[in-house]
């Protein structure tokens, strides 16, 4: 019953037509693929389940092997990860070319937001709803990366994150499962390219399978306990659209998930990913969470670690070397069949196939190509509109925003003012020799941006930790001379990202006490605020006159936040997270449900599904984001009000810009199941349009309401539209709803 369900989810959400490999292409691939298998030996099989970190730096506790040189002349080794460059990886590729049977290596790296152009992290990016640009910063990625021989990034991201003390929401899409879905399509799209195995993209591969974003506590690494139909509803999702778009592999996880670590979940890899979903490509362990299952307690040594993660279905072993020190002796066993090794070989030789590396090792490694790459002025171009479409406007009282670039004075305070490297976020790229003078600072942005005629006055104020206030002093004194202050506050960059969980989410040290001391000088404030997820912090929100969320934007961040403050560009982004207004709140996301006893309003909360002392609304709702303009939404329509299963209704709604400047909007179409089978979100998410529009132009756009928009999973796991009234709701974020109608689903 479930796997039906499922295999007809699989053929209802399967909307990719991509450019595959023909059938042609794949006989012949499979020909060749299974000719080298009948050479190889046990060992050399075993060699290509097994990828090593260089030794330029490492993304997690490293194994220090004295002789990898001589294991891959033997054939031992399938892939190295943190290699960069066309010096480098051909290095290796040239002592791999001395081994017996030639077969190239991989070549894997974390390009997740940019190489060397670095773009926002990805939950800015996603702030932007541009899916056409978050493409665009992908492809760029793999452009760059790829022509320093990279074959592989460990990107996407798609986990799907309601947590924001799990430093890790930085490296994805945010909360929602639709949004989040239509991201990784295309963020796979943009690395992958159109044409496998051309030497501008990249294989992509979409982590943590599954659930890693569901920690709890928002601590990293920490257990997954959830329901299938959770499973299958919120979190799944992201990873079906990574394989609609044809994504090449997969990145099980750390976490066990209801008791069983990822690594060895044979649920999830063999019957889901590889059985239901019918995935040809590979899939790698994460660092070392083969032997990490020996820590969780799910087995107790190195080769019952081997046996559980090659049975569930983990077909190459990042850096534990549990496969190289056991396969073998579990094959001698009778514990592991040699079958289940051939598959794991064949799926990794295919993409080594499908890449072109059998025909030309070196293919991706060419240093022309990479100088011309990595010296793009179009690179930087997207970088800074990405940028400056990620940062998301929260406040702007008396329209403060945008400053005009003939102001006399400026102050440019506080301690991320001249910080450059902070500026790239975590998981970014070192590519040596072009690093730090390559990314632009906000002061150099804001310097740039104005003419002669403004006095561009600096202060640190304090720094981003500590309780030092000895800086406020000299800071108060450059506001007071000032016409406007920009304070840039916040995290810094590696307080989000892996293994950075915060149990307090406010901003660090003593950054809004400075703030609270410029703004008693009665000077206007615009707070940049800089961070990786997002942060709590109510003074700034009810006392600075603007507030921009800049997170961490990339190497063209300066010139970005001097685009949005002086007006160059309209602000447009809109946040995929909530913000919650304590940690109290969390776990806090707009999709939840309604409860029996809900509360109206904050005026309402004993009794009821609330805290007695907090309210129940967020400080920032999901979708949440303002512009330098407005918009009017109206004239909501439906081409009718009763719809069969087979059948779609057209929803158009007209939206104007009603004020002074040009700007884009992102309207949001939620829908609301009334009755179910199982309760259904107070709201969801189930379509979107950015469109821009001149300062009194209108445009009416369309949305299609079909089936499929109203389906969900049912108690038997079953993926249905059930006949009854929908709310449909048109807003401008999960809480702003412009326009309301329903319809009705009928037999
Ligand atoms: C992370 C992965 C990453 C891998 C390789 C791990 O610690 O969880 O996301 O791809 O390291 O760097």
């Not at 299938?228 to 079906?240: A, N, S, V």
């Not at 005026?603 to 949440?624: H, Q, V």
């Not at 303009?629 to 009000?641: D, E, P, R, V």
């Not at 529009?693 to 049912?714: P, V, W």
Request: one cysteine or more; charged letters at 25%.
């Amino acid at each position: 019953m479930k796997r039906t369900a499922i295999n007809l989810l699989i053929i209802i959400i399967s909307i990719a037509i991509l450019p595959r490999i023909s059938s042609a292409q794949n006989n012949s691939i499979s020909h060749k693929v299974d000719s080298v298998l009948n050479l190889m030996t046990l060992q050399e099989k075993i060699g290509q389940l097994n990828q090593y970190n260089d030794d330029l730096y490492a993304t997690g506790p490293v194994t220090v092997d004295a002789n990898k040189i001589a294991q891959i002349k033997r054939g031992e080794l399938g892939s190295i990860l943190n290699s960069q460059g066309t010096t480098r990886t051909t290095g290796w590729q040239n002592i791999a070319m001395q081994s017996r049977l030639k077969i190239p290596l991989l070549f894997g790296q974390d390009v997740v937001h940019g190489y060397k152009t670095t773009f926002p992290i990805p939950l800015a990016e996603s702030c932007s709803w541009d899916l056409d640009l978050m493409e665009k910063s992908a492809r760029i990625a793999a452009t760059e990366a790829s022509a320093g021989g990279i074959h592989w990034t460990f990107a996407p991201m798609v986990d799907i994150a309601r947590d924001p003390r799990w430093g890790r929401v930085m490296e994805g899409a945010g909360e929602d499962t639709y949004l989040g879905s239509r991201i990784a399509y295309a963020r796979v799209k943009g690395f992958q390219g159109e044409i496998p195995g051309a030497t501008n993209s990249v294989m992509a591969c979409a982590k943590h399978y599954a659930a890693y974003g569901a920690a709890v506590g928002g601590r990293d690494y920490n257990s997954v306990d959830m329901s299938e139909r959770q499973l299958f509803e919120y979190y799944l999702p992201p990873f079906k659209a990574a394989l609609d778009a044809n994504v090449s592999t997969f990145m099980n996880a750390f976490n066990d998930l209801n008791g069983v670590p990822a690594t060895g979940n044979k649920y999830l890899q063999r019957d889901i990913l590889k059985g239901l979903w019918n995935f040809q490509g590979f899939v790698v362990s994460d660092w070392a969470s083969v032997g990490g299952m020996i820590t969780h307690g799910y087995v107790k040594n190195e080769y019952e670690a081997a046996l559980a993660a090659i049975t569930a279905g983990c077909d190459m072993d990042m850096e534990s070397r549990c496969y190289k020190n056991n396969l073998a002796q579990l094959v001698q066993d009778g514990k592991v069949p040699v079958a289940l090794i051939d598959d794991a070989v064949r799926r990794i030789l295919r993409k080594k196939f499908e890449l072109g590396l059998f025909d030309d090792p070196y293919k991706f490694s060419n240093s022309e190509r990479e100088t011309e790459a990595l010296n793009n002025p179009e690179h930087a171009k997207t970088a800074r509109e990405i940028a400056a479409k990620s940062i998301v406007l929260l406040k702007n009282e008396n329209n403060l925003l945008p400053l005009s670039k003939k102001l006399k004075t400026i102050a440019f305070i506080g301690p991320l003012v001249k910080a450059v490297k902070q500026n790239k976020g975590f998981w970014d790229v070192e590519v040596p020799d072009t690093d730090s003078n390559f990314i632009v600072s906000q002061w150099e942005g804001l310097t740039d941006k104005l003419g002669k005629n403004t006095n561009l006055l600096y202060a640190e104020g304090c720094k981003v930790q500590g309780e030092d206030r000895s800086g406020f002093e000299e800071a108060v004194n450059v506001a007071k001379q000032a016409d406007v202050v920009i304070l840039s506050i916040g995290e810094l960059r590696d307080m989000s990202g892996e293994a950075r969980s915060r149990s307090n989410i406010n901003i660090p040290g003593v950054q809004e006490e400075l703030l609270k001391a410029i703004l008693a000088t009665g000077k206007p404030v615009v707070v940049l605020i800089n961070a990786g997820r997002p942060l709590i912090f109510d003074y700034t929100a009810e006392n600075a006159t603007a507030i921009l969320y800049t997170w961490w934007l990339g190497s063209e961040a300066g010139n970005a936040i001097a685009d949005v403050l002086f007006g160059d560009v309209n602000p447009s982004a809109k946040i995929t997270m909530t913000f919650p207004r304590s940690v109290g709140q969390i776990p806090i996301y707009y999709n939840h449900f309604n409860t029996g006893n809900p509360p109206k309003d904050d005026n309402d909360r004993f009794y009821r599904s609330a805290y007695i002392d907090l309210s129940i609304y967020p400080k920032y709702e999901f979708g949440y984001g303002l512009s330098y303009t407005s918009f009017k939404y109206s004239n909501l329509q439906l081409s009718k009000k009763k719809m069969k299963a087979g059948e779609s209704i057209q929803v158009s709604v007209t939206i104007t810009n009603t004020g002074k400047y040009e700007g884009e909007e992102i309207v949001q179409l939620y829908l609301r199941d009334k009755a179910a089978s199982v309760v259904r979100p107070v709201k969801e998410l189930r379509d979107f349009k950015k469109l821009n529009l001149k300062a009194g132009e209108s445009k009416t756009i369309q949305f299609i309401i079909d089936k499929e928009k109203l389906s969900f999973f049912n108690q038997q796991l079953q993926w249905v539209a059930e006949p009854g009234e929908f709310d449909l709701m048109i807003g401008a974020s999960s809480r702003d709803i412009k326009l309301n109608d329903s319809f009705e689903l009928i037999d």
